[in-house]
C-alpha cells in the first residue's frame, strides 16, 4: 500500500499529471471518487424523501414491488444484494426478502421427505403464508421468486424449473438436466408420467425414458407405482397437492379426470 | 344452493375462513373458483356449500388489511333473477357479499378472479345441468339503480388509489434516473482503476467499493455485487464467527450456509443478512485469521467449519461406521450420526474420494461400501 506521495516534488508531479490529463480531457478517477461521493449522499436524501412519501406502499403493493425491482433491474441496480444498502435499509425491502428467504428454506427442508425436495411454487407458496400467521404481510408468487433467486448464492441447490404455466421449486443440489426437466413438464398434467407417455409426447427411445425415470428415482423426486393399470406409473409429490388438495368428491373426481 | 355439476374442471384452491353474505356469518370455509363459479364449501360440514355464478358479479374490488381486520375482496352482484333456484337465503337488501380471507391468500385469489371476470369463460363453454344464467341479450346489463350509485363511488375510490399509485411511480421513475447517473459515474471509474488513471490509493478503492454496496451496484472489476472486501463484510465477519462458535460445536464443528443464514436471521430478528452479505463476509473469515472458514465442496455446497474441525479426520470415523454395518446410504448415516442429510452425503463423498469408500450406484439409491479393492488385494 503506498501513500499518494507529499512534500514539494510530489505537488510539482502531481501538478503535471494533472495538467496533462486535462490536456487529453479526462477526469481523474480520485476527481470522480470525489464527485461520487457527494452525489451518493444527495441521493440518500433523495431516497430518504422518496421513503417517507411511498415506503408504505412497497410493503403493501405486490404491484409496486414489481415495478420496482423490474426499474432497479434495467439500470444496473440490486436493491436486494446487501441489507447494508441504501434501498433496504430505508425503503425496507431488504428485510421483507430475506426473511421470507428463511421461510421458504424452512418450508423446503419440513417437506422434503415427503417430495425428495421438489415442490410446486403453489404449494410452497401456501405453507410460506400459513407459517406467517395471519397478522402477517401478504406475499405474491413473485416475492417468493425474487427471495428464492437470492438464495442461489447459499450455493445449496435452489433452482427454479418452469413447468406448464408454472414453476417447480428445486431445493437440493440434485442434478437435472434438460432432459428431466422436460420430463417434470410432462408429468405435470396428470402428476405421474409412464414410459409410454414420455414416447408418445417427446419421441424419445425407450432406454433415454427409462433413464430419465430412473434418475428421479433415485433422486427421490419420483415414487414407482406398479400396482397401477397397463404399465408402471412414476409419480411425482411434488405435483401431488396440484391436484388433490381441492378436496374434490368421488363423483367429481371421476368426471374430471379424462 | 344445492351443488350443480359443472363441465370444465376446478381452476384454483385457496383459504378462506369466512363469508359475510348478507350480513350474517359463514364461518371457516373453502373458497373455490371455477370458471363458471364462486364456491363455498363449510371446512367442517362438507354438505354445506353454496356457490354464486360469475355471470352474477358486476364487480370485485379489494379491501386492504388493518388492524385486527384481514384483507377481504367484496363483491357486487346484480339482482337474484326470479328464476333462481333456491338458495341460503330466499331475499336480501345489500346487494354484495363479503369474502374475508383469514388466512391471506388473497392477493393471488383476487388476481385469479380478475382473470376470470375478463375472459368470461362461463359463456364461451355452455354447462350441462340446467344452471341458472342471466343470460340475455347483454349478459347481465340490466341494474337497479342503487348498484350504479354504488359503481360510481367505486370508481372514484379506484381512480382516487391510481392516482396514488402513479403519484408513486413518478416519483420512482425520477429517482431511478438518478441513481442511473452513479452506475454510469461508478463504470467509468471502475475503468480508471483498473488503467489506473490517476493515483488511486487503497483506502480509496475500500471507499469505492462501499459506495457500490450502499447503491447496489455490481462491481464492474469483480463482477461481484457490492464486491468483497469491505468494511462492512470485515465487521460482521467478525461478529459471525462469534455468534457461530456455540452452534458450531453444538454440531459436530461444521454446518451448512442455508443453515447459518438461517440461525444468523432469526437471531438478528431486524436488519436482517442478505445471502450475499452472508457469502462475502464467510469468505473474509479466513483471511482475518477467524477460528472459523467457508469452506466449498466439489458439488457447490457451501459450509461453515470450525478451523479446529478436520473434515478428514472425520472421514476415518465415518469408514468406521459404514464398515460395522456394512453398507450405508447417506440418509442412514446422517440418522446415525445426528447430521443433516446433505452433509452427511458430502462426507461420504469425500470419503470416496479419498478411496476410503465405493459407491453402489443403483435405482434404490446411492450405497457406500468400505472400499475393499484397496484394503483387500
Known amino acids: ?258 | 344452493m344445492d351443488r350443480f355439476l359443472w363441465t370444465s374442471g376446478l381452476l384454483e384452491i385457496n383459504e378462506t375462513l369466512v363469508i359475510q353474505q348478507r350480513g350474517i356469518k359463514f364461518d371457516a370455509g373453502t373458497l373455490l373458483l371455477s370458471t363458471h363459479r364462486l364456491i363455498w364449501r363449510d371446512q367442517k360440514n362438507h354438505e354445506c356449500c353454496m356457490a354464486i355464478p360469475l355471470s352474477q358479479i358486476v364487480f370485485i374490488e379489494e379491501q386492504a388489511a388493518g388492524i385486527g381486520k384481514s384483507a377481504k375482496i367484496v363483491v357486487h352482484l346484480h339482482p337474484a333473477p326470479p328464476n333462481k333456484e333456491p338458495g341460503p337465503f330466499q331475499s336480501s337488501k345489500n346487494s354484495y357479499i363479503k369474502l374475508s380471507f383469514k388466512e391471506h391468500g388473497q392477493i393471488e385469489f383476487y388476481r385469479r378472479l380478475s382473470e376470470e371476470m375478463t375472459q368470461r369463460r362461463w359463456e364461451n363453454m355452455p354447462v350441462s345441468q340446467s344452471l341458472q344464467t342471466n343470460r340475455g341479450p347483454q349478459p347481465g346489463r340490466i341494474r337497479a339503480v342503487g348498484i350504479v350509485g354504488i359503481e360510481r363511488k367505486l370508481e372514484e375510490k379506484r381512480k382516487e388509489t391510481d392516482k396514488n399509485i402513479s403519484e408513486a411511480f413518478e416519483d420512482l421513475s425520477k429517482l431511478m434516473v438518478k441513481a442511473k447517473e452513479m452506475v454510469e459515474l461508478s463504470k467509468s471509474i471502475a475503468n480508471k482503476i483498473k488503467d489506473k488513471q490517476g493515483d488511486i490509493t487503497e483506502d480509496e478503492t475500500i471507499r469505492f467499493k462501499s459506495y457500490l454496496l450502499s447503491m447496489g451496484i455490481a462491481n464492474p472489476v469483480t463482477r461481484e455485487t457490492c464486491g468483497s472486501g469491505t468494511q462492512y463484510h470485515m465487521q460482521l465477519a467478525k461478529q459471525l464467527a462469534g455468534m457461530l462458535q456455540v452452534p458450531l460445536e453444538e454440531r459436530g464443528g461444521i454446518m451448512s450456509l442455508t443453515e447459518v443464514y438461517c440461525l444468523v436471521n432469526r437471531a438478528r430478528g431486524m436488519e436482517l443478512l442478505s445471502p450475499e452479505d452472508l457469502v462475502n463476509a464467510c469468505k473474509m473469515l479466513e483471511a482475518l485469521k477467524l477460528p472459523l472458514r467457508l469452506r466449498v465442496f466439489d458439488s457447490g455446497v457451501m459450509v461453515i467449519e470450525l478451523q479446529s474441525h478436520k473434515e478428514e479426520e472425520m472421514v476415518a470415523s465415518a469408514l468406521e461406521t459404514v464398515s460395522e454395518k456394512g453398507s450405508l446410504t447417506s440418509e442412514e448415516f446422517a440418522k446415525l450420526v445426528g447430521m443433516s442429510v446433505l452433509l452427511a452425503k458430502e462426507r461420504l463423498l469425500l470419503a470416496e474420494k479419498m478411496g476410503h469408500l465405493c459407491r453402489d450406484d443403483s435405482v434404490e439409491g446411492l450405497r457406500f461400501y468400505p472400499n475393499l479393492f484397496m484394503t483387500q488385494s
Not at chain 1, 4 to 13: E, L, M, N, Q, S
Not at chain 1, 19 to 46: C, H, I, P, W
Open chain 1, 1 to 258: 500500500m503506498h501513500r499518494r506521495g507529499v512534500g514539494a516534488g510530489a505537488i510539482a508531479k502531481k501538478k503535471l499529471a494533472e495538467a496533462k490529463y486535462k490536456e487529453r480531457g479526462t477526469v481523474l478517477a480520485e476527481d470522480q471518487l470525489a464527485q461520487m461521493s457527494k452525489q451518493l449522499d444527495m441521493f440518500k436524501s433523495n431516497l430518504e424523501e422518496f421513503a417517507s412519501k411511498h415506503k408504505q406502499e412497497i410493503r403493501k403493493n405486490p404491484e409496486f414491488r414489481v415495478q420496482f425491482q423490474d426499474m432497479c433491474a434495467t439500470i444496473g441496480v440490486d436493491p436486494l444484494a446487501s441489507g447494508k444498502g441504501f434501498w433496504s435499509e430505508m425503503l425496507g425491502v431488504g428485510d421483507f426478502y430475506y426473511e421470507l428467504g428463511v421461510q421458504i428454506i424452512e418450508v423446503c427442508l419440513a417437506l422434503k421427505h415427503r417430495n425428495g425436495g421438489l415442490i410446486t411454487l403453489e404449494e410452497l407458496h401456501q405453507q410460506v403464508l400459513k407459517g406467517r400467521g395471519k397478522f402477517a404481510q401478504d406475499v405474491s408468487q413473485d416475492d417468493l421468486i425474487r427471495a428464492i433467486k437470492k438464495l442461489k448464492a447459499l450455493g445449496t441447490g435452489f433452482g427454479i424449473i418452469p413447468v406448464g404455466g408454472t414453476y417447480l421449486i428445486q431445493s437440493v443440489p440434485a442434478e437435472l438436466n434438460m432432459d428431466h426437466t422436460v420430463v417434470l413438464q410432462l408429468a405435470e398434467k396428470n402428476g405421474y408420467v409412464t414410459v409410454s407417455d414420455i414416447k408418445a409426447s417427446l419421441k424419445w427411445e425407450t432406454e433415454r425414458a427409462r433413464q430419465v425415470l430412473e434418475h428421479l428415482l433415485k433422486e427421490g423426486l419420483a415414487w414407482l407405482d406398479l400396482q397401477a393399470p397397463g404399465e408402471a406409473r412414476y409419480w411425482l409429490p411434488a405435483l401431488f397437492t396440484d391436484l388433490y388438495s381441492q378436496e374434490i368428491t368421488a363423483e367429481e373426481a371421476r368426471e374430471a379426470l379424462p
